[in-house]
């Protein structure tokens, strides 16, 4: 099954993708300067990332944690 039409795998893509553009953006900020255009995608969810950090670290946990014993 797609990770579109199953909610639970879109939400682990989804915060897998946030975490994976932040941790880019971190160590190769010249990769994601420009906010515009396909990389400004990047960027928002590298900004994403940023910003809301202990929320997002509480989503992979709590993701992870689901994963495991569900």
Known sequence: M???FNFHSFLTVV???ICTC???KMHF???LEQ???FRGFFWKA???GERLSPWMAVGCLTMGV???FF
């Open 35 to 37: 906010r515009t255009g």
């Open 46 to 48: 590298a900004r994403i």
């Open 2 to 4: 797609s990770a579109l």
């Open 15 to 17: 915060l897998l993708w």
């Open 66 to 68: 689901s994963i495991i």
């Open 22 to 24: 932040t941790y880019v």
């Open 29 to 31: 900020p010249a990769l």
